[in-house]
C-alpha cells in the first residue's frame, strides 16, 4: 500500500470543480492510503465523500512562523507520491517544504510536472484531468448519491437564490439586491418557492427578500457545505453568482442560471452541469427580464 497526499485547499467553488479529480485519484489509487490536505471548511464534506481515507488540515502558518511551517513539513512528510490540485504559488512552495517527494503539480523541479503550456487558460476540470493525465491518471464517475440525500427536505417545488458574492473589483460580481427581491416575486408567481440560502452573513439579503416576497424561505446560516448539496439536488432552479454554492447546485444535477461579471472567466470557472451563464461588464447592467426570459 502506497501513501498518497492530494492537496486541495479552497475555496468552495474550486473545491466542487475537484470532484472529477477526486474520483478519479480514488480510483486509480484504489489499493492505497489515500491522505487529502485541506482547510477547515472542507473537512466535513471530505470525511462524508467515498475519495479519502484520512483527512489533515493546513493552518496555512505563514512563511515566517517556524512552529507551523515545522508542523507543515511533519504533515506532508512520509508520503509515496502527492498531487497538488491546488496549483498556486504557495501551494507550490509546500515541494520544497515537503523535502522535493515524487510531485504532480507545477512547482519548479517537480517530477510530473503539467505539461500543458495553456493549463491558465482552460477550465478548471480539464486543467486537472490533464495534470493527472501526465502521472497515469484516467477519468473516472464522479458519483454523488452519498450527497444527494443530506439536508433538510422541503415540501413542493422550490428554486435556491443566492445573493451573497464577493464585494471584490468594487461590487462588479454582486447582483444588486432589489433584482433579487423581484426575482423572488416573479418565481413565486410561477410556482416556485425561492429558498435564500448562504452564510449567517446575508440574514440581511433574505430579510429584504422575504420583505419583498413573503412566499420566501430564509435558510441563510442554517445550512453546512453537506445540507446545501441535498438541497441543490432536490431543487428545481438554483440563480446566483460566480460563488461556491452555485457550483455545489450546478455539479449536483440542479439547473443552474449563473451571473458572471468581467471578473469571472467562463472559459476557467463556468459552473458544470445544466447551466446558463448570462454575462454582463457589471452586473448592474444585468436587468431582471433578462435574468427572467431564460426561467424554467
Known amino acids: 500500500m502506497r ?3 492530494v492537496l486541495r485547499l ?15 485519484l480514488r480510483a486509480h489509487h484504489s489499493a492505497d492510503h489515500v491522505v487529502l490536505l485541506t482547510t477547515a471548511p472542507f473537512v466535513e464534506l471530505a470525511k462524508a465523500s467515498p475519495w479519502f481515507d484520512a483527512i489533515e488540515v493546513d493552518s496555512r502558518p505563514a512563511w515566517y512562523n517556524l512552529p507551523g511551517l515545522l508542523r507543515l513539513r511533519r504533515q506532508l512528510g512520509g ?8 496549483t498556486s504559488r504557495r ?9 522535493r517527494p515524487d ?10 510536472p503539467d505539461p500543458d503550456p495553456r493549463r491558465d487558460f482552460r477550465h478548471t476540470v480539464d486543467r486537472q484531468r490533464g495534470q493527472l493525465a501526465a502521472s497515469g491518471v484516467v477519468p473516472a464517475p464522479v458519483d454523488l448519491s452519498w ?10 417545488r422550490y428554486a435556491l437564490l443566492i445573493p451573497g458574492t464577493s464585494m471584490t473589483h468594487g461590487g462588479a460580481k454582486h447582483w444588486p439586491l432589489a433584482r433579487f427581491v423581484a426575482l423572488a416575486g416573479l418565481l413565486a408567481a410561477r410556482g416556485l418557492r425561492p429558498v435564500v440560502i448562504g452564510t449567517a452573513a446575508e440574514a440581511g439579503d433574505a430579510a429584504a427578500i422575504l420583505a419583498g416576497c413573503p412566499a420566501a424561505l430564509d435558510m441563510t446560516g442554517k445550512t453546512s457545505i453537506l445540507d446545501l448539496a441535498g438541497l441543490s439536488n432536490r431543487a428545481s432552479l438554483a440563480i446566483g453568482g460566480d460563488t461556491g454554492p452555485l457550483h455545489l447546485a450546478a455539479m449536483m444535477g440542479c439547473r443552474t442560471i449563473a451571473l458572471f461579471s468581467r471578473y469571472s472567466d467562463p472559459i476557467q470557472a463556468r459552473p458544470v452541469g445544466n447551466t446558463t451563464l448570462l454575462r454582463e461588464n457589471r452586473l448592474d447592467d444585468l436587468t431582471v427580464e433578462r435574468v427572467a426570459a431564460v426561467l424554467p
Open 79 to 86: 508520503y509515496d507520491f502527492i498531487y497538488d490540485l491546488q
Open 91 to 99: 501551494s507550490s512552495r509546500y515541494f520544497w517544504v515537503a523535502g
Open 10 to 24: 479552497g475555496a468552495l467553488g474550486d473545491f466542487v470543480l475537484s470532484f472529477p479529480a477526486f474520483a478519479a
Open 103 to 112: 510531485w504532480s503539480g507545477i512547482a519548479a523541479g517537480c517530477s510530473h
Open 147 to 156: 450527497l444527494a440525500g443530506r439536508g433538510p427536505v422541503l415540501a413542493g
Open 3 to 5: 501513501r498518497i497526499l
